[in-house]
């Protein structure tokens, strides 16, 4: 089953906009993380926020995570063509193993 | 160069036929995780393990095996592949229970008829 949820699931913006996209999740986690998947490739590692953790910073990039609500939203500013994507939002669940819940993700086309 | 390698990239098969897709990383990863893809859902975790000769089940992992006889290595097997593992595999690792931070293949897609 699926924990992670991403809204939207698409969003279309034009270069230089922010793009804001929001997780959902269901159960304790140790942290979530958030990764981006150029059309069929493999993900790639963008930023990872931890449960004691409710904002994060990298470059254009702003994390936030809300344990009260189960949520984490990905803030992306002065979005670039180059930023076209899909982003997922992973967490680990905080039962000992390493179970990984993936949300089904949010296409972003940023327009020239 | 630090990297997740997956073969076969690409791989049509027959209903039944066994298949293997090997998984191997170099960065001395504990951690190592099977997901496949499907349009509109997203990542799903197949298998994980935590060191070798440790694995345990994900979310779908009925019709897969897997196993972790050395720590770079993590191979997927298919014993009787059926059209519903039709899907775009990806392995990924990463370092340890304290850096989760996982490192992704560049993926297999896999047609099963």
């Known amino acids: 089953s699926q924990q992670g949820e991403e809204d939207p699931q698409a969003l279309s913006i034009q270069e230089g906009e922010n793009a804001t996209m929001n997780c959902s999740y269901k159960?304790?986690?140790?942290?979530l993380q958030w990764y981006r998947q150029n059309s069929g490739r493999g993900l790639v590692h963008l930023i990872l926020?931890?449960?004691?953790?409710r904002e994060k910073h990298s470059g254009r990039l702003r994390v936030t995570l809300d344990t009260s609500k189960k949520s984490s939203s990905l803030l992306i500013t002065a979005s670039r063509a180059a930023d076209t994507a899909s982003y997922f939002c992973?967490?680990?669940?905080?039962?000992?193993?390493?179970?990984?819940?993936f949300g089904a993700g949010t296409r972003l086309f940023v327009k020239a | 160069e630090a990297q997740v390698t997956q073969n076969p990239r690409y791989l049509i098969t027959v209903t039944g036929k066994k298949l293997t897709v090997t998984c191997s990383q170099n960065?001395?990863?504990?951690?190592m995780s099977w997901y496949r893809q499907d349009p509109g859902l997203g990542l799903r975790q197949i298998y994980y393990?935590?060191?070798?000769?440790?694995?345990d089940k994900g979310d779908v992992p009925e019709g897969y095996k897997v196993s972790r006889k050395e720590k770079r290595n993590f191979p997927l097997i298919l014993e009787s592949p059926s059209p519903n593992q039709t899907s775009l595999y990806f392995c990924?690792?990463?370092?340890?229970?304290?850096?989760?931070?996982?490192?992704f293949g560049p993926g297999t897609r896999l047609l099963v008829l």
């Open positions: 990924a690792s990463s370092l340890s229970r304290l850096e989760e931070t996982q490192y």
């Open positions: 159960t304790s986690i140790n942290n």
């Open positions: 926020i931890r449960s004691n953790e």
């Open positions: 992973a967490t680990v669940q905080n039962t000992g193993g390493f179970k990984t819940i």
């Open positions: 960065m001395n990863h504990e951690y």
């Open positions: 393990s935590m060191n070798v000769e440790v694995t």
